[in-house]
């Protein structure tokens, strides 16, 4: 008989872990709370519009260790397609006045230059900085299996990219915008805005234009939910089980040894390892009581930040309303929405470049903001429906002000809070990329295994700060090398 793993949770980390225990000839059983799999990387359907709540962008589209694991667990496959936007963003101020951020990095270079010849020393050097990132290799294998040979392989690779990490690795975006010191005010204000939490990396936003410019971190057609169906239908053709409505409380644990799990309903399911790829925090303090805990785990979700959580309104519009800019940033610092008074603004998203998101000749809008979780914590029952219906009427008009007339297109308004996340992936605090990339723990990753306990594993986004479809999957497959190396036997990805 093949021994059995457990997975908790069939989010992307938990359907990553399946997909590689079962292709590694593991019995394998995926027990999924929610009653579809795909954790944040989900969507819903609201009178036929398609309402998508995560996939931006996929690093990993083109090439590389991430490209890897997206075929070997069927998120790209010869049917998929890719789009790569030539905008990546757009911001605009109180006034009307647009900024916007190309996805190639000559592109926005030459735009920036135009915006302000006189700042063509920091301009010149903060693309600099982003093309040094594009040298960027994500490992193939878990820290604890690399060998010094993967090091030196990489190292040469990697040097310019090092002096980047060196220079920029503990400051935070705002330092270095300041170290930059544009003249330019729109230049300025437009970066400040973007990151208006003051902790945030200034690595993370280098390194992100960096693999945009690599046309490596693109779109995929459909987005998030059929994204995991992938995963689901690639899991089971391999003979993987997965469970749903299956809520895992505690896990079993004898002699300091993972023994299988207990669901809520008292039912025990044994096994002879168990990967959690659920929420990090319920794993490792409820599921295991803290006893297995240690000095670093603990600093961590004492003191590590976490991603403010989000509301999402979401609009079907019954007319015909054409975008090829994926988001717009809106600023306007101070307005409330509902009780929540804004950090920088909202970011209103035009599906309209993905034709599976709305029936023919109509569009899905979805107007999105940070909203913090002591707003929501306690706020239940008549209040939370009021604030609700707050929230409806004030995206209304925020929509109404871009553009003008659009309410009595409106057929359909969705409205998901931080409780709405919490409630159907039981993510800690709402905190939908795990702790934000900081200064503090930037390089930085948590162990995949709990000092002293065997045959127990952890997947997915809490294990490296600033989250993400990548590394919630790579860590997945990592378990199962880890486990494979444990068992003995030879790791296959295909
Ligand atoms: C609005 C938004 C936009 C995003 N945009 C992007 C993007 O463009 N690109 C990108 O790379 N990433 C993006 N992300 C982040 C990405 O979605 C997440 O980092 C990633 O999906 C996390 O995967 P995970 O499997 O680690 O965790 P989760 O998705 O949280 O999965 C955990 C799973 O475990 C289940 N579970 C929890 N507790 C239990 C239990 N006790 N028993 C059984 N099951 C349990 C949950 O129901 C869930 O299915 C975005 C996220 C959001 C919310």
Redesign the pocket.
């Known amino acids: 008989m093949s021994p059995k793993v457990v997975i908790?949770?069939?989010?992307?980390?938990?359907?990553?872990a399946g997909i590689y225990s079962a292709l590694n000839g593991f019995d394998t059983e995926i027990?999924?709370?929610?009653s579809?799999?795909?954790?944040?990387?989900?969507a819903w359907e609201r009178k036929n519009f398609h309402f998508d709540?995560?996939?931006?962008?996929?690093?990993g589209t083109s090439k590389g260790a991430f490209h890897d694991i997206w075929k070997e667990t069927n998120v790209l496959n010869d049917q998929t397609e890719v789009i790569d936007h030539e905008i990546h963003s757009k911001i605009v101020d109180r006034y009307g006045r647009e900024f916007i951020i190309y996805s190639n990095i000559d592109r926005w270079e030459k735009y920036l230059l135009e915006i302000s010849p006189e700042d063509s020393s920091p301009i010149r050097r903060m693309c600099k900085d982003m093309r040094k990132s594009a040298l960027i290799e994500p490992f193939t294998l878990p820290p604890e299996l690399r060998s010094p040979l993967e090091y030196v392989r990489l190292l040469p690779k990697m040097f310019p990219l090092l002096v980047v990490v060196k220079k920029f690795g503990r400051m935070t975006c705002r330092e270095y915008f300041e170290k930059l010191n544009f003249k330019s005010e729109k230049i300025r204000s437009a970066l400040y805005s973007m990151y208006e939490e003051v902790n945030f990396s200034a690595l993370g936003f280098i390194f992100m234009l960096g693999w945009f410019n690599q046309k490596n971190?693109g779109?995929i057609k459909g987005g998030?939910y059929p994204l995991a169906q992938r995963m689901v239908e690639r899991f089971v053709n391999l003979g993987g089980k997965i469970s749903y409505g299956?809520?895992?409380?505690k896990i079993i644990v004898e002699n300091n040894k993972a023994k299988g799990?207990i669901?809520?309903d008292g039912i025990h399911i044994p096994a002879d390892f168990v990967v959690?790829?659920?929420?990090g925090y319920?794993?490792i303090y409820?599921?295991l009581d803290g006893k297995y805990s240690s000095r670093k785990f603990d600093h961590a979700y004492k003191n590590w930040a976490l991603f403010n959580p989000?509301v999402?309104v979401s609009f079907g519009i019954n007319q015909s309303i054409k975008s090829d800019i994926p988001i717009v940033l809106n600023l306007c610092k101070g307005t409330t929405i509902g009780r929540t008074i804004l950090n920088s603004g909202y970011s209103v998203m035009n599906y309209s470049y993905d034709i599976t998101m709305a029936p023919e000749g109509k569009t899905s809008i979805v107007l999105?903001y940070e909203s913090p979780w002591k707003l929501w914590e306690n706020l239940d029952g008549e209040e939370y429906k009021k604030e609700k219906e707050q929230i409806r009427k004030d995206a209304v008009a925020c929509l109404e002000k871009i553009y003008p007339g659009i309410t009595d297109s409106i057929e359909v308004i969705d409205v998901a809070t931080p409780k709405t996340?919490v409630k159907?992936?039981?993510?800690k605090e709402g905190s939908?990329?795990?702790f934000m990339l900081s200064k503090e723990n930037m390089m930085k990753s948590l162990k995949m295994y709990l000092p002293k306990l065997q045959n127990f594993y952890m997947?997915?986004?809490?294990l490296v700060p600033g989250?993400?479809?990548?590394?919630?999957?790579q860590?997945?497959k990592w378990a199962v090398q880890l486990i494979c190396k444990k068992s003995k036997r030879k790791f296959r990805a295909k």
């Open positions: 908790i949770g069939g989010g992307v980390a938990g359907l990553s027990l999924e709370m929610h579809v799999a795909g954790g944040q990387c989900t709540y995560c996939l931006h962008w996929l690093v971190a779109y998030s299956k809520k895992v409380e799990v669901l809520t959690s790829a659920a929420d319920s794993t409820k599921m989000l999402q999105r996340d159907f992936t039981g993510v939908y990329e795990g997947a997915g986004q809490w989250g993400g479809l990548p590394p919630s999957a860590t997945g």
